[in-house]
């Protein structure tokens, strides 16, 4: 009976010790916090259950709150009890600009424990230079014209796929061409492998089925980052049920990074067509540092490039075909554009010949639509009349430059003529699909001419219709990339030559 009672009182106890922590904690939040006098919703600033319910049970739907809340809180608000969003676009272009003062947010890039020795996680300003630097020659001018050829003959297996679609009178789920596009394409510039995804007319190979689980379940681990570090050291079976598909993509990168280092142990250093790899570049410069990077940071860098180098891309890219088909008046002035240029011996645009169409080079969508958090320098900073403390952390979504109807008029509609005026240098400043400064996006490149390659070739070949695609159906919730509710389809209707 004693023991009974003393268990009781035990847990007794407990519970009115949280309790009392829990209420002092709120208290301190509400009262006492550097934040306090940042507006916003009280329970926003009280508790992170504000953000989780719009982030996880809304799925994805806490950027769409922002511009609702800036209207009735100002262009500075709290968002979460340590965390402040700003909606301005000159302070965007401060905490965003080459060699900024406002480093990366450790609560945030760190939080995924597992992922942040990726060049996108890193912190340190000298670490991210470092790495950057051993890589960016992959990404040159010379590099892209050699790359080229390699992605256009993805290009041209995907018209084949969209050949094959409509020789057997089927609908194209288009989305998850591009997808191949892109995983062929970023497979090659990281490893020189061949994923061969485009030649097949599988929708979901195993290898998209776990990006895609890792996507939806993104916004989950962002509240809860243990699930991630669980998921690496349990068996794979039990990993796969605490958060889809991470486990197993993980596992697949270790086993890549492998074979290049089983590769450059035999003297290859470059990929099968001359030019360096990714990881080849990586690891001849890691093998030259006393402290190079190990095993887990490599697989981290696999992992996050694999997915930014799919999922963003892919994304534009079926929503710039929504977009061009349901504009049918856009879509000539493109094609008549097109007409303009020249083709190869098979009839293909090549990227030497469209990267300066002014109409081509559309500026489609918002990739990456949510926040990449930043910490306010030591000092502070006033921002609209507001103190924000050195070490707070601060963001603003992507989507608020975008969408500001001060920058740009009607931002919701497809305007492509809006950057062919004498306004369209001023207007690229504000586009930032992929960030801005020294840690913007380091394949935007490799994006561009994907795109530009898959948009030109496929429209002057094919005549195209939506099938069972609408506003609705391409709605989109944030992740670590958008993510559209259904994926968008078309018919091919005829064939153009």
């Not at 990366?104 to 890193?122: E, N, R």
């Not at 061949?194 to 916004?219: C, G, I, R, Y």
């Not at 079976?237 to 280092?261: H, N, T, V």
């Not at 645009?349 to 320098?377: A, D, K, Q």
Request: net charge neutral; proline share 6%; aromatic share 12%.
């Amino acid at each position: 009976m004693a023991l009974t009672y003393s268990v009781s009182g035990s847990i007794q106890m407990l519970l009115v010790g949280g309790l009392l922590y829990s209420i002092g904690l709120l208290f301190y939040r509400l009262f006492f916090h550097p934040l306090r006098k940042i507006p916003g919703p009280w329970y926003a600033a009280a508790t992170s259950w504000y953000e989780f319910y719009y982030d996880v049970v809304l799925d994805g739907q806490l950027v769409r709150q922002y511009p609702i809340l800036h209207d009735k809180y100002g262009p500075v608000i709290r968002i979460s009890p340590d965390r402040i969003h700003v909606s301005d676009p000159s302070f965007f272009r401060e905490v965003y600009a080459n060699n900024s003062r406002y480093l990366k947010d450790s609560g945030f890039y760190q939080a995924f424990g597992t992922l942040k020795y990726s060049i996108v996680m890193l912190i340190d300003p000298e670490e991210h230079k470092q790495r950057r630097n051993t890589v960016k020659s992959l990404f040159s001018t010379r590099q892209m014209d050699q790359l080229a050829p390699s992605i256009l003959d993805v290009v041209r297996r995907a018209m084949n796929r969209a050949q094959r679609s409509y020789d057997g009178g089927a609908p194209l789920n288009i989305q998850a061409s591009w997808s191949s596009v892109t995983v062929d394409t970023i497979m090659s510039v990281l490893f020189d492998r061949q994923m061969n995804f485009v030649d097949s007319d599988e929708e979901m190979p195993p290898f998209l089925d776990a990006m895609t689980k890792f996507a939806d379940n993104f916004l989950l681990t962002k509240h809860f980052p243990l699930m991630n570090r669980l998921a690496v050291g349990l068996p794979m079976s039990i990993a796969g049920m605490i958060i889809p598909g991470f486990a197993a993509f993980r596992k697949q990168c270790s086993e890549w990074i492998g074979e290049i280092e089983e590769k450059q142990a035999k003297g290859l250093t470059t990929a099968s067509d001359g030019r360096p790899t990714y990881f080849d570049l990586l690891l001849r410069s890691n093998a030259k540092m006393p402290n190079g990077l190990n095993r887990e940071a490599l697989v981290d860098e696999a992992f996050v490039l694999c997915f930014a180098g799919t999922d963003t891309t892919g994304i534009g890219l079926s929503l710039g075909t929504y977009y061009l088909l349901k504009n049918p008046e856009k879509l000539n002035k493109m094609l008549d554009e097109l007409k303009t240029v020249k083709t190869n011996a098979e009839g293909l645009f090549e990227y030497r010949e469209l990267c300066n169409l002014p109409y081509l080079i559309l500026r489609l969508s918002s990739p990456v639509p949510g926040i990449t958090p930043r910490r306010v320098p030591a000092g502070g900073v006033y921002v609209a009349g507001h103190f924000l403390p050195g070490g707070s952390t601060v963001s603003q979504a992507i989507r608020t430059i975008h969408d500001n109807p001060d920058i740009f008029p009607e931002p919701q509609r497809f305007i492509p003529e809006r950057w062919l005026g004498e306004n369209g240098w001023e207007l690229e400043k504000w586009f930032v699909p992929f960030s801005k400064g020294t840690r913007a996006c380091i394949g935007l490149n490799v994006a561009y001419m994907e795109m530009y390659l898959c948009l030109a070739n496929l429209f002057t070949r094919f005549n195209m219709s939506l099938y069972k695609t609408d506003d609705n159906t391409t709605q989109w919730a944030d992740g670590p990339a958008a993510r559209i509710r259904e994926s968008v389809k078309v018919n091919i209707d005829s064939i153009k030559m």
